[in-house]
Nanobody
Framework: EVQLVESGGGLVQAGESLRLSCVASGLPFNDSAMSWFRQAPGKEREGVSCISGRDGSESYADSVKGRFTASRVSDTIYLQMNSLKPEDTAVYYC???????????????WGQGTQVTVTS
């Protein structure tokens, strides 16, 4: 059984930081891309970051470059979020998929999500 379990969300003020964690277990392959997505109410789910399963390279959405940093240590991926803005408010999900070029519908496994709320 594959499980992805996120944690670390919360309520913070603009300019503050949070670190999200996702613990993965039961993945059938160890070369899958590991990504963070987010979804705000009434909006489409969007990619935030991705770590390649082939070479470990990182990629980020333009909206978070310079503020967010993704990392992977063994079976856990992290998202360090600095200088948070109200527009970062969303449910954040970790996911495993074929590669970092994959779209949302191509991802194999998803966590349950963790809420991040940023106030002005």
């Amino acid at each position: 059984e594959v499980q992805l379990v996120e944690s670390g969300g919360g309520l913070v003020q603009a300019g503050e930081s949070l670190r999200l964690s996702c613990v993965a277990s039961g993945l059938p392959f160890n070369d899958s891309a590991m990504s963070w997505f987010r979804q705000a109410p009434g909006k489409e789910r969007e990619g935030v970051s991705c770590i390649s399963g082939r070479d470990g390279s990182e990629s980020y959405a333009d909206s978070v470059k310079g503020r967010f940093t993704a990392s992977r240590v063994s079976d856990t991926i992290y998202l360090q979020m600095n200088s948070l803005k109200p527009e970062d408010t969303a449910v954040y999900y970790c996911a495993s998929g074929p590669d970092c070029d994959s779209v949302v519908s191509e991802y194999y496994y998803w966590g349950q999500g963790t809420q991040v709320t940023v106030t002005s």
